[in-house]
């Protein structure tokens, strides 16, 4: 089904609400940082130039239904005049008659930006009334906060029945771009990386890797649920006893599809992850030690086959990348898709961090901002804030 394109939408002298994804850090009151905010700017200034009587509008941190001061969009507001270099308007709600007076006084191309969304509760409630009261502000409902699309709250979904005009920005056709490539014809061979400590958190993407991918490399703890079902001993490494069988059937899904698993041969294992230096071990793990990051012989054979893919998708760190004795492994594999000639993609919070740490981020093809949402598209959902603006 199609969806529009801000550049298709009749913006010009039209209220147009965009969702934004300014859920930003906040420090001493001040925005520490402003990754989000630079990635809304294509959008912004394209309404801007197009002569929109622009509305933005964010939740940001979890207020809990609650106004409090500490989530205030504020600070958000000062960013965003230095970077756009002109006065916007801030309003102290974003609901209400003041708000709707602030709405209908813009003049073509100046911004009004919203105070915190989630100062109602009705917000992630998607309560209709609410949703209306947003809608009113509105002639043309944009969504550019790809990494809210997979909740169906008032401001990504609710509302967007009552806005005649609707479509999505620059960031969010990005993000579906090179997200919708995976599931759709993918360069191959496709190969996913995926790592993290949880295998419950990651069974619906790897069953629809397994239909997708040619080969999936698997490290973090969630590896070691998967070695103890193949009866690898892993002396104390984290597993999730209940997820064995699962683990066990995602294997043999993937040797009857012939989509090669591949899991690590050697770790990086201390007594505690509190441990200064760890010691490499191949194959079994011995009683008392855990394994905490995939070893050199391991980081060689994944950079090996990312080496040879065309397209790549990675989510989730291979080790307790946090503390440096433990980072090698995820470190490793963000230069090795750096250095790749593939396609890559990199959803997810831990392994866009492994990359900014790295310094490579320049040399990936695309970082989605969406954790998430990220995951959820490569699992096959469909995410209540794209749907919604399905014609
Ligand atoms: P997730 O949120 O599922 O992507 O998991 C990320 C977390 O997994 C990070 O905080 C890592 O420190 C942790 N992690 C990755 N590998 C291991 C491991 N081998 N043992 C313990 N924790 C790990």
Redesign the pocket.
Known sequence: MAIKFIEELPIGGKRTFVRVDFNVPLSGGKVSDDTRIREALPTIKHAISRGARLILASHLGRPKGKRNPDFSLMPVGERLRELLEMEIIVAEDCVGDGVRKLAADLREGQVLLLENLRFYKEEEANDPGFSEKLAQLADVYVNDAFGCAHRAHASTAGMVAHVKHKGIGYLMRKELKYLGELLGKPNRPFVAVL????VS??IAVISSLLAKADAVLI??????TFLKAQGVAVGK??VEEDKLKVASEILKQARERKVEILLPVDHVVAAS?DDAKGEVVKGAIPEGR????IGPSSVAAFGTRIASARTVFW????????RPA?AEGTLSMARALADSKAVTVVG???SVAAIQQSGVAERITHISTGGGASLELVEGKTLPGVAALEE
């Open positions: 790592g993290g400590a949880k958190d990651k490290g973090g703890a969630m590896a070691y490494s984290l992850p855990m394994g905490l990051d989510n989730g760190p291979l080790g307790m990348f946090e433990f997810g919070g831990d």
